[in-house]
Nanobody, 114 residues
Framework: QVQLVESGGGLVQPGGSLRLSCAAS????????MEWYRRAPGKERTFVAY???????HYNDDVKGRFTISGDNAKNTVYLEMNDLKPEDTAKYYC????????WGQGTQVTVSS
């Protein structure tokens, strides 16, 4: 059974940092591309970042230079390090298995507010 479980969200002030985790089970993250998406209230889900099994990464321009996607194969977990957070980053963040049997996590809420 393929499963993705996000964690690490919360309430932070502008300029703060959070690290989101996506714990995978039923497959290995090294088998395909893993991605992060987010959905702000009243808006469509949008792409945030991806990482390939070879370590190639790509980011949405809105988060480039502030967010870093990474993976730990031993823990079978994908991370999203978020720095210099802005109110515009407020959204529910989702982990996505982009290859093979595709799957979404349930999401974790990030709220950036003073």
């Amino acid at each position: 059974q393929v499963q993705l479980v996000e964690s690490g969200g919360g309430l932070v002030q502008p300029g703060g940092s959070l690290r989101l985790s996506c714990a995978a089970s039923g497959f290995t993250i090294s088998s395909g591309t893993m991605e992060w998406y987010r959905r702000a209230p009243g808006k469509e889900r949008t792409f945030v970042a991806y990482i390939t099994p070879y370590g190639v990464t790509h980011y949405n321009d809105d988060v480039k230079g502030r967010f870093t996607i990474s993976g730990d194969n031993a823990k079978n977990t994908v991370y999203l390090e978020m720095n210099d957070l802005k109110p515009e980053d407020t959204a529910k963040y989702y982990c996505y298995k982009a290859q093979g049997l595709r799957a979404w996590g349930q999401g974790t809420q990030v709220t950036v507010s003073s």
